[in-house]
DNA sequence: TATGATAATGGACACCCTGTCCGGGATTTT
DNA sequence: AAAATCCCGGACAGGGTGTCCATTATCATA
């Protein structure tokens, strides 16, 4: 019995996504045509829609990999730290990491290349993760849950987009701090405490 | 003398904003055609091409306008304040307002609804109010500027779709208040009061 | 109001991309 | 080796894109 996949189509598979990877990396998700995925991967034109419906659902198909693989990372980060249970961000130093080691599967995803089912996607999987990370150690809905969820994602995101884009040779331990001292205790450590300038 | 334009130029322009604004509403900026807008907007295939490039062409040209329009808001908004050179957020509570007051053009350009070009135009606007906030307000460097312009710029996107999705109801007044609280200290006040557990 | 200037129209055009359908050829599995 | 499965290449209609042009409608002005 074939339970496995046929190797001829997890090849082609393992082709498309490499495709699609790269060329999302070189123009941008939403630019891209399924011609140019199927050329890229030397893929036949019929093959491709006998796998996918399109390229959504190609890219969609990776997001599932994705999942697992990030589920993973953060059961393996949590079990060699500590103060887990406390920390309302104890998603992020491990997700830094995760970052820096794929890269470049990351810099295709953030930054706009990715196309809205992209951010989407990584938002969701994001919320996820900082939902239960917050039920343990928030306990004040003066501002509620769901917003403050999308206020700590898109914070992340930006960090990492803009340690992409502007200081790739930051450690992912670096950036993390930045990330955790902004979200933790917003501006106001960062404003002149020099105020003794008696305004005029 | 023919200083100014042609009204049927005129008449033509502003349908096709219009229809744009429209349509994107409907369907979302990607998902649409220039036949849909021309469509939409009741005007010949060639009319179109006279005046724009493409719908992308169409769409910047529409944030001129926004850009100038917000400028305004502003100025008129800081005549009125009088704390805003001390307040790096000294933008948010007009455009706030001035979301309440369009609230229609927004919900075309946030959420995912605009793309990545109206994303990208949005962020830089803001960026630019962000980055005069703060240069008046921000004496330490500790995170790099850019970083925290982005922070800022996100974290307001943020509340606006949050806004708009999720409780339109509240008052302009009400969002920017949790949008400054989260903004200026971050997630801790949030957090157990009844932290005096002398964590061990 | 007459007239030259300018804009809008509709149709035609070649081009590219999309999905879908085959039959012949290649690879894998048994 | 045989049977099952997959891939290929080509063809197809349908739709969108930009561009052209000749014709018609509208405007600005003398």
Redesign the interface.
Known sequence: MSREIDRRAARTRKALHQALLTLMLRK?Y?ALSVQDIIDEADVGRSTFYAHYTGKEDLLRSGFQMLREELKEAQSTARAGAKASH?D??GFSTAMFEHAARYADHYRTMIG?RG??VT??EIRLILSEMVRQDLSS????D???R???V??????F???L??WFE??PKLSPSQVDA?FR???????????????RSS?D
Not at 150 to 155: D, G, R, T, W
């Open positions: 941008g939403e406390d309302p961000l706009g196309g809205a951010e989407n150690s928030l306990h004040d003066t501002i509620p769901d917003f403050v999308q206020f700590i994602v898109s914070a995101l930006t960090a987009n803009w502007r200081k930045m001292s902004l979200v933790l205790d917003g501006l106001s450590p960062l404003m002149g405490d020099e105020s305004a």
